[in-house]
């Protein structure tokens, strides 16, 4: 699946998702949805897919291989919303979910969807 289109497919799996980002092999394709409160500046975003998210995964991931089976994924609560991040090959997704009551169900979305997306080769 192409990054625009796992972007697209990302931000209409429910309407609690507020932005979405993919990011791979030096490629950064982000959008939000339309009318959200709350939300941070394309700028605060952009450092937060270039910088942020990779840290945490990289921290998150040698600390999951040591004795924890692995990483699936990494899910924050920020004060506006949840922020869903998990490792692609070459880079990683990036989800914000309104702060619902239970993200869990989202999150399990976001994962089926993405399961679709790691059986399939990247596109080149």
Same mark, same amino acid.
């Given at each position: 699946?192409a990054?625009?289109?796992? !972007?697209?497919?990302?931000?209409g799996l =429910? /309407?609690?998702i507020?932005?979405?980002?993919v990011?791979r092999?030096? @490629?950064?394709?982000?959008?939000?949805?339309?009318?959200?409160?709350g &939300?941070?500046?394309a @700028?605060s975003?952009?450092?937060?897919e270039l !910088? *942020?998210? /990779? &840290?945490?995964?990289? !921290?998150?991931?040698?600390?999951?291989?040591?004795?924890?089976?692995?990483?699936?994924?990494?899910? *924050?609560?920020?004060?506006?919303f949840?922020?869903?991040?998990?490792p692609?090959?070459?880079? =990683?997704?990036?989800v914000?979910?309104?702060?619902?009551r239970?993200?869990?169900?989202? *999150?399990? !979305?976001?994962r @089926?969807?993405?399961?679709? @997306?790691?059986?399939? /080769? &990247?596109? /080149?």
């Amino acid at each position: 699946m192409a990054m625009q289109s796992l !972007l697209d497919a990302l931000l209409g799996l =429910h /309407p609690s998702i507020r932005y979405a980002a993919v990011y791979r092999d030096g @490629e950064l394709v982000s959008a939000t949805r339309a009318g959200i409160g709350g &939300a941070s500046s394309a @700028e605060s975003d952009r450092y937060e897919e270039l !910088l *942020v998210n /990779p &840290a945490i995964l990289t !921290l998150t991931t040698q600390r999951g291989n040591i004795d924890c089976g692995g990483l699936e994924f990494v899910l *924050v609560r920020y004060g506006n919303f949840y922020q869903f991040v998990a490792p692609l090959p070459g880079g =990683h997704v990036s989800v914000a979910i309104e702060p619902v009551r239970d993200p869990v169900p989202v *999150v399990e !979305l976001i994962r @089926e969807l993405l399961r679709g @997306e790691l059986a399939q /080769p &990247a596109e /080149p």
